[in-house]
């Protein structure tokens, strides 16, 4: 790596993103679901006001708030409500295990509408059986509930959500990725309060560590999480920074079992490994004929893939 302390924050980055499905679990002892979702978006869109304000950056208006607004839908309010919902019955670890098929999801509707380079279909193909593998719904025991759907659910929302950035905000020259992030958190804010009647509106229980869980959520996982990202993306680029992608249901896993105990077994984690690995067949390049061919495909993606992954990261400081 080139910075001696790109490690440690990658390191870090993979703590506090894979450590939020556990935080949510905590954070349930005192809030419910949508009141998790409405308070980490609250936080983190605090964060990154004053990280605007720091840095002089202006938040704009205009038409881009229309787009910004459909983004926040998809990659922050919706899916953030349904991982709430799913960790009342579904322990934190599958909950990790779960979102590791978003690039897939996101490959998918990708090439569904034609937004940004055609994936792999064997690393399609691998990752959805390493999903089914999870589920194995041949069992009378399988995974197959409410919880574990609305798992699926969030991490199809995030895919939608992504390629909709891809489409409407990749490029905008115009701002920085830090005051589009922040305006995204504010425009989540106010689509999380609309869903504060479904089951936010009953009082808050005070457990020391379910509030602790979520601040730590809010202002780490969902703010500061977002600079150190970007941080990582500047000093090694964005393949180096996207190899968290694979460390976030590792740690969410070990988590799940250190913390709360939770025992997932030899099939599931069969099944993370194959996602794992149809994630990275479905983000292969081809290798070309030529060398210069390659060369220049190789320069096309990079900055393909660093564009993207630039939006991914801000418009989900979660993952």
């Known amino acids: ?46 964060v990154l006001l004053v990280l605007c304000a720091v840095r002089g950056l202006r938040i704009g208006g205009g038409p881009v708030w229309r787009h910004v607004t459909v983004a926040a839908l ?35 509707f990708g090439l569904l509408f034609g937004s940004g380079a055609r994936p792999r279909y064997l690393g399609l193909g691998v990752g959805f059986a390493g999903v089914l593998l999870i589920f194995a719904p041949w069992q009378g025991g399988g995974l197959f509930s409410w919880g574990t759907l609305a798992c699926l659910g969030a991490a199809t929302s995030y895919g939608v959500g992504y390629v909709y950035i891809g489409r409407n905000l990749t490029g905008d020259r115009g701002r920085s990725p830090v005051a589009l992030a922040a305006m995204q958190m504010t425009a989540a804010s106010g689509l999380a309060a609309l869903a504060l009647p479904l089951d936010g509106l009953r009082p808050v229980q005070f457990e020391p560590i379910a509030l602790l869980a979520i601040a730590v959520l809010g202002v780490f996982g969902t703010g500061f999480a977002f600079a ?16 968290v992608t694979y460390l976030m249901p590792i740690v969410s896993v070990v988590l799940g079992w250190a913390v709360l105990g939770e025992q997932l077994g030899p ?14 067949l479905t983000h292969r390049t081809r290798a070309p004929r030529r060398a210069v061919e390659q060369e220049d495909r190789m320069a096309r993606v990079a900055e393909r893939v660093a564009r993207l992954y630039s939006e991914l990261a801000t418009n989900h400081p979660m993952k």
């Open 1 to 46: 790596m080139n910075n001696p302390m790109s490690a440690l924050r990658l390191g870090a980055l993979a703590l506090l993103w894979g450590s939020s499905f556990l935080l949510i679990k905590l954070s349930l002892g005192a809030l419910s679901a949508t009141q998790i979702a409405f308070t980490r978006i609250v936080l983190g869109a605090l």
């Open 74 to 108: 998809f990659s922050s309010a919706l899916p953030w409500v349904l991982y709430g919902i799913a960790e009342q019955t579904v322990d934190s670890g599958l909950t990790g295990v779960l979102n590791a098929t978003t690039p897939l999801w996101t490959a998918l």
């Open 228 to 243: 150190l990202n970007y941080r990582l993306i500047s000093d090694e680029g964005a393949t180096t920074a996207s190899t």
């Open 267 to 280: 099939r599931v984690l069969a099944g993370m490994v194959v996602v794992l690995l149809g994630v990275l």
